[in-house]
């Protein structure tokens, strides 16, 4: 059981690099997001996306960007890495909001420096 | 505003004593909520959802729409409880919101 897969693990990327962050899940879920964990600030919903060529913005998608061509893969697209995107990144998949579980990645460490 | 508020960012509690970990919501709509644990060195992972009315380990939580509250309770925590846990709101425009979070401690 893969369910949702998350690319690389850990990641260091130089200020003003570019990097994308990949997120598959293997469930045919349709809503899928992106989270950013900080110490003390818990979980911000970065981008979320109800089902394959939609998306919308999050508490704080300043900074990223995202796509949904296929159902499976929701990547996360930081085009000009900056010290404030040091944190951990979740993605997660549920088959809907409402009373289902979402199932999380296991989390992507980046560090800008 | 959709919002939730976890109050304490650490719960310290020996082995046995009762645990009550604080969640809050602002949501002008119906809500849906949920507690998320996130035990060390593990994915996030569901602990109970409100519209189950059930009890996961030993934990139950109760909506109360008056209070806007969920709060999760235990009458005896055990050590494998210490985790991070997260109070989490499903809004009508399919957004999922996360509380700041609070950690368990349970000393022997």
């Known amino acids: 059981n893969a369910g949702v897969t998350q690319t690389p693990k850990f990641r260091i990327l130089k200020i003003g690099q570019s990097m994308t962050l990949q997120c598959t899940q293997d469930?045919?879920?349709?809503?899928m997001y992106w989270y950013r964990q900080d110490p003390g600030m818990g979980l911000k919903l970065i981008y979320y996306?109800?089902?394959?060529?939609?998306?919308d913005k999050g508490e704080v998608p300043n900074g990223y960007n995202v796509s949904r061509s296929t159902t499976e893969d929701f990547p996360l697209r930081l085009e000009l890495a900056a010290p404030s995107q040091t944190s951990v990144y979740f993605c997660?998949?549920?088959?809907?909001?409402?009373?289902?579980?979402?199932?999380f990645g296991q989390g992507t460490r980046l560090t800008v420096v | 505003a959709q919002r939730v508020t976890q109050p304490e960012k650490l719960l310290s509690v020996f082995k046995g004593a009762p645990v009550e970990l604080k969640c809050n919501y602002s949501?002008?709509?119906?809500?849906?909520l949920f507690w998320y644990v996130q035990y060390s060195r593990q994915r996030l992972q569901l602990l109970l959802r409100?519209?189950s009315r059930e009890s996961i380990k030993g934990f139950t939580a109760d909506l109360n729409k008056g209070e806007t509250s969920f709060h999760l309770k235990k009458p005896f925590a055990q050590e494998e409880d210490s985790a991070m846990y997260y109070c989490?709101?499903?809004?009508?425009?399919?957004?999922?919101?996360f509380g700041t979070g609070t950690r368990l401690q349970v000393f022997p």
């Open positions: 409100h519209i």
């Open positions: 469930m045919n879920h349709n809503y």
């Open positions: 997660a998949s549920s088959y809907r909001p409402e009373g289902s579980e979402a199932f």
């Open positions: 996306s109800v089902g394959a060529g939609i998306t």
């Open positions: 949501y002008s709509g119906s809500p849906e």
């Open positions: 989490a709101l499903s809004t009508n425009t399919d957004k999922l919101i």
